[in-house]
């Protein structure tokens, strides 16, 4: 069985999404989970892409 798991929408600040930390301690606690269920399981992170704007002035 493969699971993916992600966040489709996040609001923006100046550098990056504003509740990364959030959402990364969620993904981490979420693998530990499926870690501790199953020593078979693997876990694969993508880097995430995104681009910011930003306001000169």
Request: glycine residues 2%; positive net charge.
């Amino acid at each position: 069985m493969i699971y993916r798991f992600e966040f489709t929408q996040w609001k923006m600040n100046d550098y990056a999404p504003k509740d990364a930390l959030g959402m990364n301690m969620l993904l981490t606690s979420v693998e530990k989970a499926f870690l501790r269920i199953d020593d078979n399981t693997t876990v694969h992170n993508v880097r995430l892409e995104y681009r910011t704007k930003h306001n000169l002035i």
